[in-house]
């Protein structure tokens, strides 16, 4: 039997509205008052303990809050208020399942109410659950069909539901009947060119005509109208119209590559390779007749010119850059390296110009020499990128020499030394670019970022606390609230590198949750974009924010936390083992070194919240900033699932889903999502050397496992489809090798991984063997695969494998160094120390000594 409901007296029912008005003004610290003089009076009123609750959780006691919300409900189960209240909790704690249960309760009492509706719209739009917010859509609109949000809010809701039809007739109805528009309505010119683009979308390209024609004299984007009539009038084949528009939109913007590119395919339609290219170059020349400050036509000239057409084509434009000094000018030209042609004409245009313009030699020109500065700007940029780092580093080291004061300089010196795998002189060389202009953000966090790819995480720290907030302890917190996710994501690497497993996983975890708060943030934006009317732009961001967790950051990062969970349960599975103790001892002294950096840290972080007054309004501090708590789970398999299951939503194309879902389902022995995850894999690329080295060791697992009936039925049903599930395990390894072996260095690492796991110490030598055969010249291998095949051979050492010393990892090195001299991976830290004195003494030379 519900409990008997206590009605209020007269004093505090009005004391009740004020506690509503409270809450609703955001002043907080009287509500609470307020709340608790009615409760002195009147302790079992369920509706003013839940109205309490949520004033807590808004200030920051959730829990709390949470606890008195739910207490008040069982006080008055009848309550529409207090299942209100316990809904938005639940919505602040983005638990947005609960939260409409309750408004659902809510509504089941309070059924009229126009706000709970509309507040369970929002949030089933931030589910995705499309036929229950049409279903609201149509309430509020029946409701209230006077106001035009409601008009526009069901059209949206078609629209992304994917009923474009019915999201037109909702438009065609709402235009029909909104009368007398006044002039320079903006709201209205939006939903005109949001019905216009969803009928572009149908393919309806009459209809779209004849809207803008309808509305012609209340449409104000200009550029949006022409670009939809152009997209229309070439979709109906009327092409005389469409040039006509498009070369409208040119006189207005004569930059816009798109728009170029578009009028070039128009006049270009049908035509054969050779016509096009003499077509389109001779629409070009006119254009930049016309417009002859375009940058952009001469740009879009050297994608669609080859040969000699080219060559004029690009020295014009290049020493029309060069000339003006534009240190953007390789970025610009870059992507025309995919053609191996125009890379080498590239090449021989800028050092004509470096020969011609070099101030030690007779000129025939009379060029300012900073035009020969920046021409060697450019040769360092391109020889670094075609992976000839001495010869960059010459050209660089030229003209530092000759500007030392620049910046610029430094930060390309800096890149260069990255590729050509020197971490730690290239975070020195972008810290002396920071340190000549300390006043550049840019230079401080490229600065911070290149120490980090260094594993010099605390200088890192030290340089970003330059341009952080003075009164945040750490640097790192500050920029997790300004969702630096470019950064976290090369911090928790780097402290991944140096052992920091802790720390590293926080970071992960950090990355995870800013992706989740800009999710979140969408709710906030579901009401304001329907009652700004900003209507094409909203969909389009409700759409980026459904890919968000596709983005390759966040790929990166689930792996990586995916990953370390998997280490994490093999460490526990084998605890007591020799490995087991190595790990942790490694853990315990990464710990231990940074433990007194980590003390100043908390103490400052403890003088900060004291000096919080009791009127801020602030978050609790992070209870586990370095992850200690995190790493310290005894379920780490299930904590992974966290992130496996946000992969395969997201990204069910990426072969790296399906790899990850395999290290933790083949841990927990769930062999239907094991055979699950290597089929799907192998949809994707059968020939992934991951995947090879997978399927191997599934294999070996379900040699000393027997699988289960279910599972043995799915394996033989997947045999047909994946011939590697029953193939025998040498015959899999030998196609691997004979189909694969030379494709790429990757796949010279799976094979010899392969042999590695079929027959251990036995297969070492030959597994050793295909590993140095990467030093040929034919596999151009990256530095990226030398430090991977390095590792290996360390690794497998570590195991117990005896190599013969051509093969092992010190000989490998040295052939490694051969192909990469400056890589610091292959050095010898007594190496790397009298390299690290030789630049400092150099800095010394022009740095002014620090104030004392």
């Known amino acids: 039997m519900p409990p008997k409901v206590v009605p209020l007296p007269t004093k505090e029912r009005a004391l009740f509205a004020k506690l509503i008005q409270e809450y ?12 608790d003089a009615i409760l002195k009076k009147v302790p079992e009123h369920g509706e003013t303990l839940a109205i309490k609750g949520l004033v807590l959780a808004s200030m920051h006691q959730k829990e709390e809050g949470l606890k008195l919300a739910k207490q008040g409900l069982c006080k008055n189960l009848m309550s529409f208020i207090c299942w209100h209240a316990l809904g938005i909790i639940h919505r602040m704690d983005r638990n947005y399942e609960e939260s409409l249960k309750c ?48 008009w526009i809010a069901l059209a949206v809701a078609h629209d992304l539901a994917n009923n474009k039809a019915q999201a037109v007739r909702v438009l065609t109805a709402y235009e029909d009947v909104t009368k007398d528009v006044p002039p320079h309505n ?14 572009a979308q149908l393919h309806e390209p009459e209809q779209v005509l004849a809207i803008l024609e309808k509305h012609q004299d209340k449409l104000y984007d200009l550029p949006a109208i022409d670009d939809m009539k152009a997209a229309a ?40 390779a050779e016509e096009r290219e003499s077509l389109v170059l001779s629409q070009l020349l006119q254009l930049q007749e016309t417009f002859p400050k375009a940058t952009a036509l001469r740009r879009v000239a050297l994608d669609e010119a080859h040969g000699a057409q080219f060559a004029t084509q690009a020295r014009d434009y290049i020493e029309r850059a060069l000339v003006k000094n534009v240190p953007s000018l390789f970025s610009d030209v870059k992507p025309l390296y995919k053609d191996a042609a125009k890379q080498a004409a590239v090449e021989e245009i800028v050092e004509q110009f470096r020969q011609e313009w070099d101030p030690t030699q007779e000129r025939g020109t009379a060029e300012p020499p900073s035009s020969y500065l920046w021409t060697m700007y450019f040769l360092a940029h391109h020889y670094s990128y075609t ?50 202009d300390g006043q550049d953000r840019y230079l401080n966090t490229k600065a911070a970022k290149y120490l980090l790819r260094a594993d010099r995480v605390e200088e890192s720290s030290r340089v970003l606390k330059l341009f952080t907030k003075p009164d945040v302890p750490d640097p790192v917190a500050d920029l997790v609230d300004m969702q630096a996710v470019g950064y976290l994501i090369e911090d928790a690497k780097a402290h991944k590198r140096t052992g920091d497993d802790a720390l590293a996983l926080k970071r992960f975890h950090q990355i995870d949750k800013i992706l989740a708060e800009i999710y979140d943030d969408q709710l906030d934006f579901h009401s304001y974009c329907l009652r700004k009317m900003t209507l094409r732009s909203y969909v389009q961001t409700v759409h980026f924010e459904d890919d968000l967790y596709a983005r390759p950051v966040y790929v990166q990062a689930a792996s990586g936390a995916i990953e370390l969970y998997a280490q994490l349960h093999d460490e526990q599975a084998a605890a007591g083992s020799e490995a087991a103790q190595a790990a942790a001892q490694k853990r315990a002294a990464v710990t231990q070194k940074k433990a007194a950096m980590r003390a100043e840290l908390v103490a400052a972080a403890s003088k900060q919240v004291e000096r919080i007054t009791e009127d801020d309004l602030m978050p609790a501090p992070d209870a586990d900033p370095y992850g200690e708590k995190l790493f310290a789970t005894s379920k780490p398999l299930e904590d992974a699932h966290h992130y496996v299951r946000k992969l395969q939503v997201s990204n069910p194309n990426v072969i790296e889903t399906w790899l990850s879902t395999f290290e933790v389902a083949l ?3 769930k062999w239907l999502l094991v055979l699950r995850a290597l089929s799907l894999a192998y949809a994707i690329d059968a020939s992934h050397p991951t995947l090879h080295v997978q399927l191997l060791r599934f294999r070996k697992a379900i040699e000393a496992t027997p699988l289960p009936d279910a599972a043995a039925a799915a394996l033989k049903d997947l045999s047909a489809d994946v011939p590697a599930l029953a193939a025998p395990l040498e015959a899999l390894q030998t196609e691997f090798v004979q189909r694969h072996g030379t494709q790429s260095p990757a796949h010279v690492l799976g094979a010899a991984e392969g042999l590695w796991i079929l027959r251990g110490s036995s297969g070492a030598s030959d597994a050793a ?36 010393a051509s093969v092992a990892s010190p000989a490998f090195a040295k052939a490694a160094l051969a192909a990469w001299p400056r890589a610091d991976a292959f050095k010898a830290p007594h190496e790397l120390e009298a390299e690290s004195n030789e630049r400092a003494a150099a800095r010394a030379t022009w740095l002014p000594p620090a104030d004392p």
Do not use: C
Not at 408 to 421: D, F, P, V
């Open 103 to 150: 408004y659902g309760q809510a509504l089941r009492i309070e059924g009229g109410n126009i706000n709970l509706v509309r507040e369970s719209a929002f949030m089933q739009l931030q589910l995705r659950n499309y036929a229950p917010l049409i279903e609201a859509r149509l309430i509020l609109l029946r409701a209230q069909p006077h106001l035009r949000v409601n």
């Open 667 to 669: 841990r927990e022995q």
């Open 769 to 804: 063997e295909l590993v140095s055969g990467l030093g040929r010249a034919e596999m151009k291998t990256s530095l990226a695969a030398y430090e991977q095949a390095y590792a290996f051979l360390q690794r497998i050492e570590a195991r117990g494998a005896t190599l013969d």
């Open 186 to 199: 903006y709201e209205f010119s939006e939903v005109v060119l949001y019905h216009a683009s969803i009928l």
């Open 24 to 35: 609703e003004t955001k002043k907080y610290k009287p509500a609470i008052k307020t709340a």
């Open 387 to 436: 992976g000839r780092a001495e010869r960059a580093l010459q050209y660089i080291d030229s003209i530092i020499a000759h500007s030392p004061a620049m910046p610029e300089l430094y930060m390309t010196r800096a890149r260069i030394l990255k590729r050509a795998g020197a971490y730690q002189a290239a975070s020195d060389a972008m810290e002396d670019a920071r340190l000549l």
């Open 233 to 272: 009038l070439h979709e109906l084949g009327r092409t005389t119209e469409a040039e006509s528009v498009l070369r409208r939109l040119l006189e207005r913007n004569p930059e816009n590559k798109s728009t170029i590119r578009r009028l070039l395919d128009l006049l270009a339609k049908d035509k054969s």
